[in-house]
T-cell receptor, first 115, second 115 residues
């Protein structure tokens, strides 16, 4: 079975601090895809990034960066110089052909940036 | 361009009534997904459409839940004889094509409250 674990339920940091959100996954597939979504207070899930299982290069997009490590089955997300607008619930998700292409979500991490 | 739209945005109903939730996917997207987000269960998959057919109905929680998609576009999720445990946010997503690698884009959701 597929599983995504986000052990951090809630995190609070002071504005401008860096913060890392952890994501650990389980799947039997050798080909799979990992995603991060942001859910701000408005409620809509906003796509942030997709990474396939064959590409372990870290990715940076502005203040956001992602560290994918197959050896530890982790896909962690770091926000550098956090801002109040980063306050949201962040979800890590997994899809694979074994999982019939649906997204399996973690339970989410609620991030609060304190001004 | 227009994103995924859902209606109504909020629905309050009495226990035992039927409700219909509507999803308009992004134009040109062939795959459509329904998920449910509730406090106790997190984000869970309900059903998936490729075109007008539903290859995977595995997530529908009971036979009171059904969904259809017509013209390869609009989808309706129907809940019959609603129960209080059906209260949740129902999210719709669409992707350009079928496949685990495809990014799913989400609508704003329908918040359902069953009294």
């Amino acid at each position: 079975a597929q599983k995504v674990t986000q052990a951090q339920t809630e995190i609070s940091v002071v504005e401008k601090e860096d913060v890392t959100l952890d994501c650990v996954y389980e799947t039997r597939d050798t080909t799979y895809y990992l995603f991060w979504y942001k859910q701000p207070p408005s409620g809509e899930l906003v796509f942030l990034i997709r990474r396939n299982s064959f590409d372990e290069q870290n990715e940076i997009s502005g203040r956001y960066s992602w560290n994918f490590q197959k050896s530890t089955s982790s896909f962690n997300f770091t926000i550098t110089a956090s801002q109040v607008v980063d306050s949201a619930v962040y979800f890590c998700a997994l899809s694979s052909n074994f999982g019939n292409e649906k997204l399996t979500f973690g339970t989410g991490t609620r991030l609060t940036i304190i001004p | 361009g227009a994103g995924v739209s859902q209606s109504p945005s909020n629905k309050v109903t009495e226990k035992g009534k039927d409700v219909e939730l509507r999803c308009d996917p992004i134009s040109g997207h062939t795959a459509l997904y329904w998920y449910r987000q509730s406090l106790g269960q997190g984000l869970e998959f309900l059903i998936y459409f490729q075109g007008n057919s539903a290859p995977d109905k595995s997530g529908l929680p009971s036979d009171r839940f059904s969904a259809e998609r017509t013209g390869g576009s609009v989808s309706t999720l129907t809940i019959q004889r609603t129960q209080q445990e059906d209260s949740a946010v129902y999210l719709c997503a669409s992707s350009l094509a079928q496949g685990a690698r495809e990014t799913q884009y989400f609508g704003p959701g329908t918040r359902l409250l069953v009294l």
